[in-house]
C-alpha cells in the first residue's frame, strides 16, 4: 500500500467533521454513482475489503509552512495519552494540578516535514490559540486586516445556523415536529489549507482516480447541508510520503490519525477517547423505512496502541502501514453496507 499526501482548500463552512470514515463513505458513493472511476464495481472492491483495503482515508489535519523553505508543518491531535506521559511536570502538589488543566487545553502537536522526533515530549505542543497565531502569519495583508475585528481568536470556528421545519399543509411552522432548530456549522481560517493522508492498493486504484473522486466531492458538496452550499472545497498538490520516516526508528506503539475500530487480541495497551458514529444512509436509502444504521462506537483519531509482545505481535503490526477492521452488520435495510474501521498510523515510540 502506497501513502500519499493530498493538499485539500476548503471554500465553504461544513456541517460534517472531517473524519477518515465519513470521507470513505463519500468515496464510495462516488464509485456507486459511476463505475468507470476506478474500472470496477462498489460491490467487487468491497468484497474484499475485510481482508485487504483498496483505499483508507485518514481525517483531515491543518497544514502550514512557518519558514521560506517550502516545508510544511503539520498539525495533528495530541495523542490521547496520560498528562504525565506528554509533559515534564515539576512543581509542588498545587502546581501541578495548575499546569495539567494547562497542558490539557494542548490538543495540536506540531510535526515538521521530513523530520523524525523519538518521544511525545520531544515535540512542540499547542492550544487552538497559538494555532491561530501560527496559521496567521501565513496570512496575507487584506485578510490579517479583516480578522484582527473578529472577536473570536481561533482556528476553526462555530455558528448555529437556524432551519425551520414547514409544515406542507398548513405553510406555517407551528404544530409539533415543525418549528425552528439549529444545525451547527464549523468554519476553517481564511486561506487555510489541511491535510488528507491516503492509504491507497496501487493494484486496485490510482492515484488519479481517487483525486477525481474528491474533486467531485468538494464541487457537490460535503457531509450535512450540501444542498445548501456546505462542504466545499478544492484540491491542491499531491505526493508520496512515508509515514514510518515521521516516528520513531524503534517504534513500540502506533499513533493512529482516523477513527478506527481496533482487532481483538493484538494490542496490549491502548489509550484513545471513545467516538460513537451514529451513521445514516444516503441516496435512496435515505428515504428507506430506516435510514439510521446501527451505532459503532470508534476509537477516536489521535489513538496510542501497544501491540503484545506474545506471538511477535510487535513485529507484525508494523509490517503494514495500518491498523484495524472492516466494519460490517451496521444496516439493517442493506446489509453489505461497511464502514472504514481502518486507520493509517505513525509508528511512535511511547
Known amino acids: 500500500m502506497k501513502i500519499y499526501e493530498i493538499t485539500v482548500k476548503p471554500i465553504s463552512g461544513f456541517g460534517t467533521p472531517l473524519k477518515g470514515d465519513t470521507i470513505f463513505g463519500h468515496f464510495c458513493w462516488q464509485i456507486f454513482y459511476d463505475d468507470k472511476l476506478i474500472g470496477k464495481s462498489l460491490e467487487e472492491l468491497l468484497s474484499s475489503y475485510s481482508n485487504s483495503p483498496f483505499i483508507i482515508f485518514s481525517s483531515m489535519f491543518p497544514k502550514f509552512s512557518l519558514d521560506n523553505g517550502g516545508q510544511y508543518t503539520y498539525a495533528l491531535k495530541t495523542p490521547n495519552l496520560p498528562v504525565d506521559k506528554l509533559f515534564n511536570i515539576e512543581g509542588d502538589k498545587k502546581e501541578k494540578i495548575s499546569k495539567r488543566k494547562e497542558y490539557k487545553n494542548k490538543k495540536w502537536m506540531l510535526l515538521k516535514e521530513g523530520k523524525k522526533f523519538k518521544f511525545f515530549k520531544d515535540l512542540e505542543l499547542i492550544n487552538d490559540k497559538e494555532l491561530y497565531e501560527n496559521t496567521q502569519k501565513e496570512l496575507a495583508g487584506e485578510y490579517k486586516m479583516t480578522m484582527r475585528k473578529t472577536v473570536e481568536s481561533r482556528f476553526i470556528s462555530s455558528i448555529n445556523q437556524y432551519h425551520n421545519k414547514i409544515n406542507r399543509n398548513t405553510g406555517t411552522t407551528g404544530g409539533e415536529g415543525f418549528a425552528p432548530y439549529a444545525v451547527e456549522q464549523e468554519f476553517f481560517y481564511p486561506e487555510v489549507e489541511l491535510v488528507l493522508f491516503t492509504g491507497i492498493d496501487e493494484t486496485v486504484v490510482k492515484i488519479d482516480q481517487v483525486k477525481e473522486g474528491l474533486k467531485r466531492m468538494g464541487s457537490l458538496g460535503f457531509g450535512k447541508d450540501a444542498s445548501t452550499g456546505l462542504g466545499r472545497f478544492a484540491l491542491a498538490e499531491e505526493g508520496e510520503i512515508n509515514l514510518a520516516d515521521m516516528g520513531s ?59 503484545e509482545t506474545e506471538n511477535g505481535n510487535d513485529k507484525k503490526i508494523f509490517d503494514k502501514p495500518y491498523i484495524g477492521t472492516s466494519v460490517t452488520g451496521i444496516s439493517k435495510v442493506e446489509p453489505k453496507t461497511i464502514s472504514q474501521g481502518y486507520s493509517l498510523y505513525i509508528p511512535v515510540e511511547v
Do not use: W
Open 249 to 307: 526508528d524503534k517504534p513500540n506503539a502506533c499513533y493512529t490519525i482516523s477513527p478506527c475500530v481496533p482487532q481483538k487480541n493484538i494490542f496490549s495497551e491502548m489509550y484513545f477517547t471513545p467516538f460513537t458514529r451514529f451513521g445514516k444512509h444516503g441516496d435512496a436509502l435515505a428515504k428507506s423505512s430506516n435510514p439510521f444504521k446501527n451505532p459503532i462506537i470508534m476509537a477516536d483519531d489521535g489513538g496510542i496502541f501497544k501491540p
